[in-house]
């Protein structure tokens, strides 16, 4: 079990993280919030990265700060992951066994193997690395993560940046991860937290907003999502507030809108999406809750 206990990071008078307390116990977690919301800060507290002001986090009750009890058992892998581009995917990952003091040099060399049967990287793996696809790239990174098997693996933004199939093959990477360790990965698309995730956490300026399963989400838009076929014109005069969603249709526009009072005498309340109930959680501070 991945936990934080009370865990929060202070930068002089600001909370990047204010103080809060979850538990990971196996499976794939999403964790959302949009720019600033403290999702890295989250990440590099629960991976040991990064000093706590407040609480601690643990893995198996042991603080995550103690190296070689807890610390080398996390993978962390980092938005942008950067290597020399002149390695190849072996030498890399050799490099990361050396690096942890994983093993025999012979134990080094079959995980190595392994790691790039499974992350689909055996045809490249003897190429520089400045010949890869972004997608490869965020793979080798994966890869490196799981050098000596660790229980948990951190995971910032993993398909950013990537094509719709490669997006597909590391949603599917993850999740086959997640079977035997705890995965959290973090992501504006909520897309890929639905295809992958029961569990999500949603951050919002340094502040958990929710924990939970991810079908829980839509509530947050219940009772509050409006939906009407409005004239172009009218739609023009409302695209600036807070629109959902908007279709075009040959007779005007379908607008959905979050709102707590009916926007126009036509509109009816319609059930939300998860992704409706995420946008209502976050454009409203005074319905959050951590649970």
Known sequence: MLAAKQLGKK???SWALEPLTIELAGGMYGLLGPNGAGKSTFMKLLGGLLAPTTGEALLGGVPVRDLKRARSR?????????MYPQLTAREWLLHAARLRNFGTRVEQELQVRSLLASLNLERYADLPA??????????????QSLVGDPAAIIVDEPTAGLDP??????????AELAMTRVVLFSTHVLSDIE?????????QQGKLRYNG???GLARFAQDRLWQWEASEREWRSLAQEAL????????????????SRQPTPYAELVTPTMEEGYLALIGNEEDGMAG
Do not use: H, W
Request: charged share 25%; glycine share 6%.
């Open 165 to 174: 199939e490669e997006r597909l093959n590391l949603r599917n990477t993850l």
């Open 130 to 143: 400045r010949t890869y696809s972004s997608g490869m790239v965020k793979r080798l990174g994966i890869a």
């Open 11 to 13: 930068y002089k008078a």
């Open 195 to 203: 295809a992958s995730c029961r569990e999500v956490i949603v951050l």
């Open 74 to 82: 996390i993978g962390y892998v980092p938005q942008s992951f950067r």
């Open 213 to 215: 399963q991810l079908s």
């Open 244 to 259: 959902v969603f908007a279709r075009k249709t040959a007779d005007g526009v379908v607008c959905r809108m979050i709102n």
